[in-house]
């Protein structure tokens, strides 16, 4: 079982990944402000990472949406979240974060474009969106896939990298709200923006109030 051994103070020159900076800027006043933020330090393009919504579908089946599960020392807890991963070099611009995103797919989760991995199809490609703006410069951008997969076909088998224990879930769309909540109760922690979309999924079904609401 994954836990937090200790926790300590980490100087700008010692940190690999992240780093902290101040940035000095001007209110509408023209008063001069002080903001403290991290950065990454692994940026190769216009976005650090993409995130994938991933949709799996079998013929005699409701849909599912796929999620995984991994330990996130900063908060202390195994969380649930879309899959994700950091774009490398190389992977720039709208294509490449399609490359990127099915590569992160097929590593964590096992499913791919191939006979065990079923059939993929990219549905979208979001422009690049800020990631926690209030504390960090990091941003991402998303990727909606559809998964087809014959009733017949077996799980696949995920290869994640060194170092990576993740699980895999899926949970009906239509029952995705209801089954963060389950996670909750279980002890984990829920990604803020798959809460985000499990929202978006109850307006859309009008389950929230929002029946007649032009959201």
Same mark, same amino acid.
């Given at each position: 079982?994954?836990?937090?051994?200790?926790?300590?103070?980490?100087?700008?020159?010692?940190?690999?990944?992240?780093?902290?900076?101040?940035?000095?800027?001007?209110?509408?006043?023209?008063?001069?402000?002080?903001?403290?933020?991290?950065?990454?330090?692994?940026?190769?393009?216009?976005?650090?990472?993409?995130?994938?919504?991933?949709?799996?579908?079998?013929?005699?089946?409701?849909?599912?949406?796929?999620?995984?599960?991994?330990?996130?020392?900063?908060?202390?807890?195994? $969380?649930?979240?879309?899959?994700?991963? !950091?774009? %490398?070099?190389?992977?720039? &611009?709208?294509?490449?974060?399609? /490359?990127? =995103?099915?590569?992160?797919?097929?590593?964590?989760?096992?499913?791919?474009?191939?006979?065990?991995?079923?059939?993929?199809?990219?549905?979208?490609?979001?422009?690049?969106?800020?990631?926690?703006?209030?504390?960090?410069?990091?941003?991402?951008?998303?990727?909606?896939?559809?998964?087809?997969?014959?009733?017949?076909?077996?799980?696949?088998?995920?290869?994640?990298?060194?170092?990576?224990?993740?699980?895999?879930?899926?949970?009906? $769309?239509?029952?995705?709200?209801?089954? !963060?909540? %389950?996670?909750?109760?279980? &002890?984990?922690?829920?990604?803020? /923006?798959? =809460?985000?979309?499990?929202?978006?999924?109850?307006?859309?079904?009008?389950?929230?109030?929002?029946?007649?609401?032009?959201?």
């Amino acid at each position: 079982m994954s836990k937090v051994l200790r926790s300590e103070p980490l100087s700008d020159a010692d940190a690999k990944w992240v780093g902290l900076r101040a940035i000095y800027w001007q209110d509408p006043t023209g008063k001069e402000r002080k903001w403290e933020c991290a950065d990454r330090r692994t940026r190769k393009g216009d976005a650090d990472a993409v995130a994938i919504c991933a949709i799996v579908q079998r013929p005699s089946s409701e849909p599912h949406m796929l999620l995984v599960s991994q330990f996130r020392p900063p908060v202390n807890s195994s $969380v649930i979240e879309m899959p994700a991963g !950091l774009i %490398d070099a190389g992977e720039e &611009g709208e294509e490449g974060t399609r /490359r990127a =995103a099915l590569r992160e797919l097929k590593e964590e989760t096992g499913y791919g474009t191939d006979k065990e991995g079923g059939k993929i199809d990219v549905k979208l490609v979001s422009t690049v969106m800020a990631n926690d703006p209030g504390m960090t410069s990091s941003n991402m951008k998303l990727c909606v896939i559809r998964i087809d997969l014959a009733d017949d076909a077996p799980e696949p088998v995920a290869e994640p990298d060194e170092g990576e224990f993740i699980e895999r879930h899926l949970v009906p $769309v239509h029952g995705l709200m209801n089954a !963060l909540l %389950d996670f909750q109760k279980k &002890g984990f922690a829920v990604d803020a /923006r798959l =809460a985000h979309a499990a929202i978006g999924i109850e307006l859309g079904l009008g389950r929230l109030g929002a029946e007649n609401s032009k959201i």
